[in-house]
């Protein structure tokens, strides 16, 4: 059985592999790979160290679709984020976000001024 | 007699603002624009042939299925996926023909993928093939010798497509544009030399997406004003069409800035009037001399922010396609091409970063300056083919990256809202609610997080006594560019709360 990794664990690894891969340069995980010069011969290297280090597949391609440090470790470690998780507090501030919204749609304009020419 | 039978495909096409995904919840249906390719593809077609659709927006590919032949179709967006699904076909043993902008443009791309290449438009050229096709001997490859007429293109069998799979039906209404912008490929594939529709067959379209149930409707048009007169006519056949309507349709199109000019103005109005909503229009920059160098001349002739303005005071939202990257641009561009989109008040913005793409003047011309650099990951989205002039390729991105998050920074994209519904019209009778839309943007919206769920409350107040039409297109748009931009992982509020791009160390 793999171990499930989170996406901040996923992100520290990165970082730290391109840091050593840019000969020390500082990642900022919200940056592109295109930004730091990675092409597909970088990009299928340090997926194929990924995989090894997960245990577990990755799709070739993961770096086209998933551009960032960021975008990689969000993907990879695939936690739902808290307000999509359908628990009953996100359910109640949704029905609420529902309510204000059609409250606010119902509300006559009381400001109207004549058209524009 | 055992009919062939032919599986069409539309791929997915790769992350980006023009890629629309996570809407499907919000829109209450699958995707949100028809590609109508593939249902003109059957009605070309002989009936020896039996043709099976898949959107893959929609569906899935059924890879394993018994097909005598696969077509895959794409613009640049989907060209990785269009390559992927004919090596998967391939794999599977099946003959595999692709065609479309792409494959056009870049034969050279798609040549190893295919049996079948299909060069240029295909109203002659997939007919040829078929009856190739059926007899069993055919070419590996068609090419279109000239520019068909469009009244030859037979109505799309758009009963081959899901039914109500698209927030969007589309009615082709031309083919070409005359302008001859730098970076444009347009132009490249489908001539300068403007192709139309007649009022009359444009009508029949719209009457049978109107009857299949589509109430909002994109008049797909490289520029629908070019030709004055023919947007004229069209548009008062359709202002005839839709005001017999039970329920109006919400027309989409795209046109040049240049239609806000004095003496155009009762043409714009007209295409108010006809029930045209929404225009996209190649703004590109508000940067004269990059406009200049792009040869886009049909931007220089006003002033762009009141010509904006022009069309948003008649009730039909602008969508802004921009551009970063031109050699004219410095530093300060980034900044200025914001300030700009504030000022205008352009909810929806679609930025990237210059290419220069196969087949233009632009990528001739950095060819023969040495300023082309191989794309890093196959995908333009991120990147770019070219070699900035006035800055390295990293400031380029650096500031693309701050411009993206500086302009879907919530309160940012709340104040072009605010811009916007202030040039509005006001409308006098009260308009119906449509409460199962705004339900389902504000659950979506809800699920977004505390910086941004009460956008759609927000964004209602300032639209009190306007229609709303603009607000809800603004809110399934940003609903996917947030997406767009967290899925990409380059959404970032520290990039968002700086006033300007920090090159600082930067090289």
Not at chain 2, 199 to 218: C, H, K, M, N
Not at chain 2, 219 to 224: E, W
Not at chain 2, 279 to 295: C, Q, S, W
């Amino acid at each position: 059985v793999t171990e499930l990794k989170s996406a901040a664990d996923i992100e520290q690894w990165l970082l730290v592999r391109l840091n050593e891969r840019l000969d020390g340069e500082q990642v900022d995980s919200h940056m592109p790979f295109s930004f730091y010069g990675l092409d597909s011969m970088d990009a299928f290297e340090l997926t194929a160290e990924l995989e090894e280090w997960l245990g577990r597949p990755i799709p070739e391609t993961l770096t086209f679709d998933y551009p960032t440090v960021s975008a990689v470790a969000t993907y990879l470690a695939a936690e739902p984020v808290a307000a999509e998780t359908g628990d009953a507090d996100a359910q109640a501030s949704s029905a609420a976000a529902v309510q204000a919204l059609l409250a606010e749609l119902e509300t006559p304009a009381h400001d109207r001024v004549p058209p524009q020419t | 007699v055992i009919r062939k039978r032919v599986l069409l495909v539309n791929p997915l096409p790769s992350l980006s603002l023009y890629s629309w995904p996570d809407v499907a919840d919000v829109i209450g249906r699958p995707a949100y624009i028809m590609n109508i390719a593939l249902p003109t593809l059957v009605a070309l077609a002989p009936p020896e042939v039996d043709i099976t659709i898949v959107d893959e927006a929609v569906e899935p590919v059924p890879f394993d299925a018994d097909w005598d032949l696969v077509g895959v179709t794409g613009y640049l967006t989907q060209m990785r996926r269009m390559c992927e699904i004919a090596d998967e076909f391939h794999r599977r043993g099946r003959t595999v023909a692709i065609g479309g902008p792409y494959a056009s443009l870049s034969p050279h791309i798609v040549r190893p993928h295919a049996d079948i290449l299909f060069i240029g438009e295909a109203e002659v050229t997939w007919p040829a093939f078929l009856q190739d096709f059926v007899q069993g001997h055919w070419q590996a490859e068609y090419r279109s010798a000239e520019l068909v007429d469009l009244q030859s293109s037979p109505i799309p069998a758009i009963d081959k497509l899901r039914p109500l799979a698209y927030a969007l039906g589309v009615v082709q209404t031309s083919r070409g544009c005359p302008f001859e912008c730098e970076f444009c490929d347009v132009i490249v594939y489908l001539g300068r030399k403007q192709r139309y529709k007649t009022p009359a067959r444009v009508l029949e379209e719209l009457e049978q997406l109107y009857d299949t149930g589509y109430r909002s409707i994109f008049l797909s048009d490289d520029n629908f004003t070019a030709n004055r007169q023919r947007a004229a006519e069209t548009m008062l056949a359709i202002r005839e069409w839709n005001q017999r309507q039970a329920e109006p349709v919400a027309l989409y199109t795209q046109l040049s800035i240049d239609v806000t000019r004095d003496r155009d103005l009762p043409l714009l109005d007209l295409c108010a009037e006809a029930g045209l909503k929404q225009a996209f229009v190649g703004i590109e920059t508000p940067n004269a001399d990059a406009l200049r160098e792009a040869k886009k001349r049909q931007n220089l002739q006003g002033d762009l922010i009141r010509d904006v303005h022009r069309i948003q005071s008649r009730g039909i939202m602008v969508q802004a396609g921009m551009i970063a990257g031109f050699d004219s641009d410095t530093f300060d561009t980034f900044g200025q091409q914001f300030e700009f989109l504030q000022e205008a008040g352009i909810p929806m913005v679609l930025l990237a970063m210059l290419n220069a793409l196969d087949g233009t003047p632009l990528r001739q011309r950095l060819a023969n300056e040495g300023r082309l650099k191989p794309l890093l990951l196959a995908d333009a989205a991120l990147d770019t083919n070219i070699i900035p002039k006035q800055m390295t390729n990293r400031q380029l991105l650096k500031g693309t990256v701050w411009l993206l998050n500086k302009l879907y920074a919530p309160e940012h994209f709340l104040q072009r809202l605010r811009v916007f519904a202030d040039h509005l019209p006001r409308v006098s009778q009260r308009l119906p609610v449509d409460t199962e839309f705004w339900e389902r943007i504000a659950t979506s919206y809800s699920s977004l997080g505390p910086d941004l769920r009460d956008i759609p409350v927000d964004s209602a107040r300032l639209f009190r006594g306007h229609d709303p039409h603009g607000l809800k297109a603004a809110l399934v748009f940003y609903r996917s560019a947030v997406s767009v931009l967290r899925r990409w992982g380059v959404w970032d509020p520290r990039q968002a709360a700086l006033p300007q791009p920090d090159f600082r160390s930067v090289a």
